[in-house]
């Protein structure tokens, strides 16, 4: 027994040996690479201090603003959203804009508007605005932006009608069940008094789908017009697509064209029709009827009338009668 216990104590102590080698080892690599990562900071500080003293060359994305706008004036045009700016300067002063938000190019419209309906804003004044925004040490290279010329209007707009331009299909057991819906049905036109008076109506890019299955819904822009400015650019669409239901109705055979001092009895005096439905209608029975035409009488065959449909709702697709003739007696008054 003594022997075992020896064994096992002797045992026991190996492995805590092997424990703490594995703990001194893991130790010993964890401050290696806690180490490592101090000199990388350390270098990347000195490598940040000696480029944030040099002169870089940097792209600023600069947003263009035109202030002091009349309410009565209209920019037709479309007005840049920014103005890319190649600038030189000492890296700490660019560092504002690689981690802050960029100024804006603001100019005053009453500065550089024409009586003309012009507005021009040359690439030398274009520069000073630029200017006003940047610290005195920097230089400006370039511009993305040459001149600005942009048309504006001081008339008052022009309602007109928006018209969808669409070309979809549904599914084989789907339709199109109501009419095109649009959040907003008019626009309003911008332009010179010979423009407008040449736009009665805007219409939306095309929008063309196969094989729906759902109702469609989506925003669709207007499509511009040279030299006029429409508000709103974009409308949503909803096109309303429900599935079709089987369903079937006795409806009433009429007969037509018969002279004034004869009735016509038909047998059966109703005719079982079938067609597809759109579900939210299946519940709604329309009423149609069966028609009988009385001057067909002399060709008629076995004493009997061919009876066919030719009015029906709208909604109603794939109609088609159980019975194709009908049986009659005339009475002369």
């Given amino acids: 027994m003594a022997f075992l216990n020896n064994e096992r104590d002797n045992i026991m102590k190996n492995k805590i040996k092997e424990l703490i080698e594995k703990l001194r080892s893991r130790t010993i690599a964890t401050s290696t690479a806690f180490q490592y990562l101090i000199f990388v900071f350390i270098s990347f500080i000195f490598w940040a201090f000696i480029s944030l003293n040099n002169n870089i060359q940097y792209d600023i994305n600069m947003p263009f603003k035109i202030v002091g706008i009349p309410d009565s004036t209209t920019i037709i045009s479309n007005v840049p959203q920014s103005v890319t700016v190649n600038v030189k300067d000492k890296g700490i002063y660019l560092l504002q804009f690689l981690v ?109 789908e196969r094989e729906l299955k759902d109702t469609l819904i989506r925003v669709v822009s207007i499509a511009p017009i040279q030299g006029a400015k429409i508000e709103p650019e974009r409308v949503s669409l909803t096109i309303p697509v429900e599935p079709l239901i089987s369903k079937s109705q006795e409806i009433p055979v009429v007969v037509k064209y018969v002279p004034a001092n004869i009735n016509v009895i038909t047998f059966p005096s109703k005719v079982t029709a079938t067609y597809l439905v759109p579900f939210s209608m299946y519940r709604k029975n329309l009423t149609f009827e069966a028609v009988v035409n009385y001057n067909e009488i002399k060709s008629a065959k076995n004493n009997k009338l061919c009876v066919r449909i030719e009015e029906s709702p709208a909604i109603y697709e794939n109609i088609s009668l159980l019975q194709d003739s009908v049986e009659f007696i005339i009475e002369k008054h």
């Fill in 100 to 208: 802050g938000k960029s100024p804006e190019v603001k100019v005053r419209f009453d500065e550089y508007a024409l009586s003309d309906g012009v507005f021009y804003v040359t690439n030398s004044e274009l520069r000073k605005c630029v200017r006003n925004s940047l610290e005195n040490t920097t230089v400006i290279q370039s511009l993305s932006l040459d001149n600005i010329e942009l048309r504006y209007t001081n008339l008052p707009g022009k309602r007109v009608p928006i018209r969808p331009e669409v070309n979809v299909y549904p599914n084989m057991q789907y339709t199109i069940s109501g009419a095109i819906k649009m959040d907003c049905d008019s626009a309003i036109v911008y332009s010179d008094i010979n423009t407008l008076a040449s736009i009665d109506e805007v219409y939306t890019y095309r929008v063309e």
